[in-house]
């Protein structure tokens, strides 16, 4: 009986460009064929030393080093040769031997490509390997959860014959007949032996490592400096290369979404799945508030989005989302004041740390990603009328009658026609329209190889993600070669990145545009010509400037509606290591992106429909073509040095130091031209003039940053510890008397576990107790908003002289906001792993906030940038998981994962001005609720009209006033606060299934206890346009007579409803995010035998499979959204 230890049972490139990448590219390639070629020639390599007192094995190490050939040999043998002087001059390997092995009873030859040293009568050892029947010993190596387990060592005992396992965990190797011991070992593993008789075939072995207990569990990523996990008191989620390929396959940002939800991605129903739309990203809610000016033009701001690192350099949001999955070895999240207070004035939105797959040693292997990705519409929240019902619907508003008896002939008779229509079967489904089943592709080729000194890996990477909406897509191209060189005690690496990416939105327009059309209109005519515009009664259609347009008729035109950038980065590294324990390391970095955006429309599109355009000059600006472009440069220096050391076996020292500059140059410009002839004429040279009142419009700012901070990691008897940051940041975002200022962060940690006490406590394995306090800031600010600037003014002249007038006001003393981060974490695996949990309790309170100070008129300005104002946010980070069955023996393994995050913000100071502003916006009327800030409440709160509901015998809405008093009138001053759009909780839960070589996981996300301004209520059924397609409601809910009780107003009733409680609704949402299914074919000999196929993985991805919620509205109104499908092949050979 077996032993179960488980817990249960296409991009443009330029030509340039393209020659260099081929030049690069032949250069890696004539590497290496070069060593390839001189491995095989071993014989003729020459080598060169001279050392006193050598021992053999030091030598070979020379040799090895000099040639890249292997050597085989018994350690324990060649200890017992005495030391002697070794002077040797470029002689060739085979010469060099025989001299340096001259007094010795030792002797070598090759096997294979391997350098064999042997005694020189007779060594058992090598003679059972090169003379005795061998036998094939093959099986794979995994740690306690399942997990494969690459380079492990695994050898005869006693002797050097073994091999190491592969990136799956695999070994194959032959060994003689006979009994041995097979050792398996690994840095941060116990050891393990097993006995094999190897005198007949056997069958696949499966070993289980468990995690030693004195060493190394694992390294926390920061970007900075490598932490040991079990003496660091910060709060961070690793997520490993394996989680981000079973987590989904859409894009990164999504994965890391779908995976910890700490990683909000703020939903955002307008843009539904376009391919080409950045979300907004927040880490522990947000920490900065918008200034007027961004207010007031309402600009999209992501001042809260985390800070963005891979491998040491920052990066886009939009970089990001565009990298391949694939080349990502993991993904660190910072989240408290320990870990992203050595980012100083960077840190307080969080950090994401991203680090990508270096080059694996060993001979040349060649892995193939590749992917077929399917989107399907998803309209399932959709609910429009038909072409019958809509007619009925007019007729009952009472579109077809008046009491002009003119009028009402052609009213009945404008009715009459579209009856016929409808009852001939037009009804026509708008909304398939401009949507399509998009098929994408995704391709990843990785080349990689070398030996300890030198190792190599190139990749080239195409991924085209095919929208919903007909031509919308968006296509990277991204390629990479990283080279790393060990000479002594020295490590060269050099990382060069480029990365193409181009994007084109539907020529279709707005999806929202075919949600209003009726349904009893044709997109072509008779003749089969498609319409340009509907019906042909302006009577009619009274009120409107122009005719109903067909958003149809602009698709067949030929437009241009895309962005496109090509980014190139340059990362050298060289790593000093003098003595045991310490790490010096310099890098230097360079990055350049060039942007270019086109939007062109020609004179036929239907925008240019309107009475504006009908003029004698008018006419002549038709056509319009918005050209925008940018560049630019970042360059980054960092030195790193590390100390750690073990002293007396209990105390565990480690100090860090880091010193880094950084500089970023940005430059964009744009204009709008107009005034095309031709509609194949998009040349801007084409163009008669600038927009009527335009002129090019741009904008140039430079950043410098410099910083230096100190690391103190203290550890005794791996009980408690303590961690210890300081910071000292400048920049020139800030006021000349403010450019530096401190960051720092302290904590301090338990491990319970490890004490005596806790020995006799057999269930729990690990209990961790850290708590930590940090300080951080924020950068993502106007550059320069601290200084005072100014303008020419360009249309006047006094003689020769232009004037200049100043923009904006400065503020020398402006300095960093700050963010004071309190953090609570408790960490528990019991029941031999079985059962973990996680939890981070957490306090973030931003003060100095950047926010706008009211002045007097008399200074000219009416507000300038000042440190006024503060925010609070405050919640709980929750992480379970546990295993229902693990089974390592069969290899079986079933776990189930579950979190939770709870955040509350709440606004604790806001400055006069913005306080204004905001009153102003209280007032206002509108459909949705305007966005309103009001001190100790929170961002996302919504302000409404209290309501009675309907009156039953009129049909109008009731509300509740102030005073308590009822009214038919709405009045902005009575508006409340009714709920928060952020939810109380929200999380994701998954269950992972794994059988041998098949792996099945699902997710899930939910959303509870906030509240949602339901917009398809306030704009599809109330305040719709009934000469357009409405919801369903319009014509089934809405109040007709006297006695209905109805949630929605009268149907005849066109007065405009304003913010009310009626349409906040209490959300609750279940999310079917992901189902991934997959199957390797690990070593399997047909395979290897006939394709030369290490390893095969076939899998397929389901994303988005369902949403329920509470809240029934329109889900996706400008893109909508929608479900994905994706097959994947992945080999290695």
């Not at 070994?171 to 398996?184: A, D, M, R």
């Not at 003496?231 to 990164?252: D, H």
């Not at 560049?631 to 860090?656: C, E, Q």
């Amino acid at each position: 009986m077996k032993k179960n230890d488980g817990c249960g049972q296409s991009v443009p490139i330029s030509f340039t460009l393209l020659l260099r990448i081929m030049k690069l590219g032949l250069i890696f390639l004539v590497v290496l064929n070069f060593s390839s070629f001189a491995i095989t020639r071993a014989q003729e390599k020459r080598v060169s030393l001279s050392m006193e007192n050598a021992e053999l094995h030091q030598v070979l190490k020379k040799f090895k080093r000099q040639t890249g050939v292997r050597f085989f040999y018994n350690g324990e043998r060649l200890k017992k040769v005495t030391p002697k002087k070794v002077n040797i001059h470029d002689l060739e390997l085979e010469k060099a031997l025989e001299e340096v092995l001259e007094g010795t009873d030792l002797t070598w030859s090759f096997w294979k490509d391997v350098v064999v040293i042997k005694d020189r009568e007779e060594n058992p050892e090598i003679k059972a390997v090169t003379e005795k029947e061998k036998h094939l010993v093959k099986g794979t190596v995994r740690d306690e959860k399942g997990e494969s387990l690459p380079g492990v060592s695994v050898l005869i005992k006693g002797t050097s014959i073994g091999t190491a396992t592969d990136i799956d965990g695999r070994f194959i190797f032959s060994i003689p007949v006979g009994k041995y011991v097979l050792l398996f070992s690994m840095v941060g593993m116990e050891s393990k032996e097993i006995v094999i008789d190897n005198n007949k075939e056997i069958s696949e072995i499966v070993v289980v490592l468990k995690l030693a207990k004195n060493e190394l569990e694992d390294v926390v990523v920061t970007g900075i400096f490598k932490k040991n996990k079990e003496s660091y008191t910060g709060a961070v989620s690793t997520i490993t290369e394996k989680e981000l390929k079973t987590f989904g396959n859409k894009n990164l940002l999504t994965t890391i979404g779908n995976i910890d939800p700490s990683f909000n991605i703020l939903s955002n129903n307008e843009m539904g799945s376009n391919p080409n739309y950045l979300p907004d990203i927040q880490i522990r809610g947000a920490a900065s508030l918008p200034n007027l000016e961004e207010l007031q033009d309402n600009s999209k701001t992501s001042i809260n989005l985390p800070l963005i690192v891979l491998d040491g350099f920052e990066i886009t949001l939009e970089r990001m989302m565009d990298l391949d999955a694939n080349e990502v070895a993991s993904i660190t999240l910072l989240k408290d004041g320990t870990s992203t207070a050595i980012y100083g004035s960077r840190g307080a939105n969080g950090v994401v740390v991203i680090t990508t797959k270096e080059p694996e040693m060993g001979k040349l292997a060649l892995t193939y990603n590749g992917s077929v990705n399917i989107e399907v519409p998803d309209l399932t929240e959709y609910r429009l009328l038909n072409a019958k019902d809509k007619l009925e619907l007019e007729q009952l508003s009472g579109y077809y009658e008046s009491y002009s008896p003119s009028r009402d002939y052609l009213l009945k008779t404008k009715y009459t026609s579209i009856l016929a229509d409808v009852e001939r079967g037009v009804n026509t489904y708008w909304l398939s329209k401009p949507l399509r089943t998009g098929v994408g592709h995704r391709h990843n080729l990785r080349l990689e190889g070398g030996d300890k000194s030198f190792r190599y890996s190139a990749s080239i990477q195409y991924n085209n993600v095919a929208g919903v909406m007909k031509d919308s897509d968006r296509n990277n191209f991204n390629a990479g070669i990283t080279l790393t060189y060990h000479h002594e005690k020295l490590i060269f690496q050099n990382a060069l990145t480029i990365g193409l990416t181009k994007s084109n939105d539907s020529p279709y327009g707005s999806f929202s545009d075919y949600t209003q059309l009726n349904p009893y209109w044709k997109p072509y005519d008779d003749n089969g010509k498609i319409v340009k515009l509907f019906d042909n009664d302006t009577d009619y259609w009274g009120g409107l400037s122009s005719l109903p347009r067909n958003p149809l008729y602009n698709a067949t035109l030929h437009l241009l509606k895309q962005q496109q950038y090509t980014n190139i980065t340059d990362n050298f590294s060289i790593e000093w290591r003098p003595f045991e324990g310490f790490i010096a390391r310099g890098r230097a970095g360079i990055s350049t992106q060039s942007s270019e955006s086109d939007d062109f429309k020609p004179a036929q599109h239907t925008d240019f429909e309107s009475e504006q355009y009908k003029t004698d000059s008018g006419i002549f600006r038709k056509g319009h073509y918005n050209y925008g472009t940018s560049k630019t440069y970042d360059y980054d220096f960092a030195l790193t040095l590390n100390y750690s050391k073990i002293f007396a076996d209990k105390h565990l020292l480690y100090i860090g130091l880091n010193v880094d500059l950084t500089q970023k140059k940005y430059r964009n410009y744009n204009f709008v031209v107009e005034g095309f002839v031709e509609e194949t004429l998009d040349f801007l040279s084409a163009a008669l003039q600038y927009q009527e009142n335009g002129k090019p419009t741009g904008s140039e700012n430079i950043t410098r940053r410099m910083g230096i901070v100190g690391n103190l990691n203290y550890s005794f008897d791996d009980r408690y510890y303590v961690d210890f940051a300081y910071r000292t940041d400048g920049s020139s975002q800030f006021g000349k008397d403010k450019k530096f200022a401190p960051f720092y962060s302290a904590g301090i940690g338990w491990n319970i576990h490890n004490e005596k006490f806790m020995k006799s406590v057999d269930f729990i394995d690990r209990l961790k107790l850290r708590t930590s306090y940090g300080q951080t800031g924020s950068q993502n600010f106007s550059a320069y908003q601290a200084i005072s600037t100014y303008s020419y003014y360009l249309n006047d002249r006094y003689y020769q002289w232009m004037g200049a007038y100043q923009k904006a006001l400065g503020n020398p003393n402006l300095e960093w906001q700050k963010t004071d981060k309190y953090n609570l974490g408790i960490e528990i695996n019991t029941f031999n792993n079985c059962l973990n949990f996680i939890a981070d309790f957490y306090l973030e309170k931003t003060s100095n906030l950047l926010s706008s100070l009211e002045l007097p008129l008399s200074n000219g300005f009416t507000s300038y940038v000042e440190n006024i104002g503060k925010v609070e946010n405050r919640g709980y980070e929750l992480k379970a998981t546990g295993f229902l069955i693990r089974d390592t023996e069969r290899r079986l393994i079933w776990t189930l994962t579950g979190s939770l995050v709870h955040n509350q913000d709440k606004i604790v100071k806001l400055s006069d001005v913005l306080k204004s502003e905001y009153s102003k916006r209280l007032l206002e009327g509108g459909i949705l609720p305007n966005k309103v800030l009001r001190e100790g409440e929170s961002q996302n709160s919504i302000y409404a009209v209290r309501s009675m509901g309907i009156d039953p015998s009129t049909g109008r809405e009731m509300f509740l006033k102030q005073n308590g008093e009822i009214s038919y009138t709405w009045d902005a001053n009575d508006r409340v606060y009714c709920g928060v759009s952020e939810p109380k909780y929200r999380g994701n839960f998954s269950t992972m299934f794994r059988w041998r070589d098949l792996s099945i996981n699902l997710s899930f996300a939910y959303r509870l206890g906030g509240q949602l301004y339901n917009s398809t209520l306030a704009s599809k059924v109330e305040n719709a346009d009934k000469r357009y397609n409405v919801d369903e409601r319009v014509f089934t809910d809405r109040w007709q007579k006297t006695g209905d009780q109805t949630l929605f107003k009268g149907l005849n009733n066109e007065s405009s409803t304003y913010a009310t409680t009626r349409f906040v609704q209490d959300e609750r949402t279940l999310i079917g995010q992901n189902l991934y299914i997959s199957y390797e074919f690990l070593n399997n000999p047909w395979l290897q035998k006939h394709l030369g196929i290490q390893t095969l993985t076939l899998s397929g991805d389901l994303s988005d499979l369902f949403y329920w919620s509470t809240i029934k509205q329109e889900r996706g109104l400008s893109y909508p959204f929608s479900r994905r499908f994706s097959f994947s092949l992945s080999m290695r050979f």
